[in-house]
């Protein structure tokens, strides 16, 4: 039965189906083979995928994201991170790994943050003579920190698939995302190093108080947002509801986002919303017919003898994880794989939170690795580069993230002592 469903899913998806319609199609094949097929059956599973009321987070901080790049949040971020450290040698790319990590408390989404990072910041190093594959695959990487740091989107999805805290999986994420900024820190040290590129003026003790002033209000908006969640002050649903509106309320204040843009924001937040919720809707299909199959069961039986050893366990899903994120997208990866890998991850004792954590950031690394990676081809839109390039200037930063990823899985303690200090 697994290679029937997984058969079925890539082979719709080689013939360029859109991933909810191969989702939805390799469901009702294995129906058919087990001789259970009810419309009904579809159609409940269809409508119960949506109605989620942790999935409501997803449209707002969507929204906030949008709104975030409209209002002229995302350049008064990286002004003030450019009076930090743009001076230094190799300053812009530290600049967009702090702005990054700022964007990451924000939106939750690596496409997003990717863009709006891209957007700022690749034409300013280029014009300042840094290697424009190098600085666009830098970016790239950081984007993807957007998904582990929170708010994050894709741990909303595998908190709703899993039943697990998605709190608790938002407070795991802190110390990760921040060990990936000082990895990519590293590595662009001497990345850098090669270029011949300019820095900017230092900007004095007046224009730094000048721009973190300008970006005050925007950089309050990730500590709200973490001290509320640990606080109990609100949910991730109302989190995401709390992010919209105060995003909505500064972009205005700052006079750059006007009411005639709403229509234009709204509408790509429907957009992508649509997308994501039909994917989880097509999700909860698959997640019913693999239980019924007994797939977890089938998997747990082939993989049976690696439950005594947690660790080995972890480092054969991290390996297979990480080649189906190369050739499947973050979300429906998070949505087929984790009903099934979960029991068994449950059986040799892992903690589901911890394993959320380790999947997240294998399949997000998933994004920035070829052939399929979304950010890599928002980084090629941006700077107007192949993907062979793209793939070349991101490597190190690719590297040193699946570092950061093995040591994670085989020092749990990295994620788990730190939760002890943000979780609730």
């Known amino acids: 039965m697994i290679w029937i469903f997984l058969g079925t899913l890539f082979l719709f998806l080689l013939f360029g189906v859109p991933v909810a319609i191969s989702m939805l199609v390799s469901a009702i094949v294995m129906m058919f083979v087990l001789g259970m097929f009810d419309t009904q059956i579809v159609a409940e599973n269809l409508i119960n995928g949506a109605n989620s009321f942790a999935l409501m987070a997803i449209p707002f901080f969507i929204l906030t994201g949008e709104i975030m790049n409209v209002g002229g949040v ?20 530290y600049v967009a790994i702090i702005a990054g990590v700022i964007f990451a408390g924000i939106s939750g989404s690596a496409v997003a943050d990717t863009a709006a990072l891209g957007a700022i910041l690749i034409p300013m190093m280029v014009a300042n003579r840094y290697n424009k594959n190098s600085s666009t695959g ?10 582990v740091i929170p708010p994050s989107i894709p741990m909303i999805l595998f908190g709703v698939v899993s039943g697990v805290s998605i709190t608790q999986l938002f407070m795991a994420g802190i110390i990760p995302g921040i060990l990936m900024a000082v990895g990519l820190m590293i590595v662009w040290y001497f990345v850098s190093k090669r270029d011949n590129s300019e820095t900017l003026p230092k900007a004095t003790a007046k224009e730094r108080w000048k721009a973190f002033t300008r970006a005050f209000w925007a950089l309050l ?7 509320g969640l640990r606080g109990g002050i609100f949910t991730p649903t109302e989190a995401g509801v709390v992010a919209a509106v105060y995003a909505l309320i500064v972009s205005l204040g700052y006079r750059e986002l006007k009411l005639s843009d709403l229509p234009k924001v709204l509408v790509e937040t429907a957009k ?21 199959a007994q797939i977890p069961a089938e998997l747990g039986a082939l993989l049976g003898g690696l439950t005594e050893n947690p660790t080995a366990l972890l480092l054969m899903i991290m390996l297979l994880l990480f080649l189906v994120g190369c050739v499947m997208d ?27 954590l380790l999947v997240v950031i294998n399949l997000s690394i ?19 580069i192949s993907i062979i390039e793209m793939t070349k200037g ?13 040591l994670l899985t085989i020092f749990p303690e990295l994620v788990t002592i730190p939760l002890g200090w943000f979780g609730e």
């Open 74 to 93: 995302s350049k008064r971020i990286v002004d003030f991170a450019s009076a930090l450290v743009g001076h230094i040698r190799g300053g812009l790319g």
């Open 138 to 147: 830098l970016i790239a990487s950081v984007g993807i920190i957007g998904t």
């Open 221 to 227: 908006l990730p500590l709200l947002i973490i001290v």
């Open 272 to 292: 992508t919303t649509g997308v994501v919720m039909f994917l989880a809707s097509t999700a909860m299909v698959s997640a019913y017919v693999i239980t019924v």
């Open 330 to 356: 973050l979300t429906p990866a998070i949505l087929i794989f984790t009903p099934v890998l979960l029991p068994l991850v449950q059986q040799a004792g892992i903690d589901p939170i911890y394993f959320g």
């Open 366 to 384: 998933g994004l920035i690795t070829p052939p399929v990676g979304t950010v890599l081809y928002v980084g090629c839109g941006i700077s107007k």
């Open 394 to 406: 991101v490597l190190p930063f690719l590297l040193v993230e699946l570092f950061v990823l093995l």
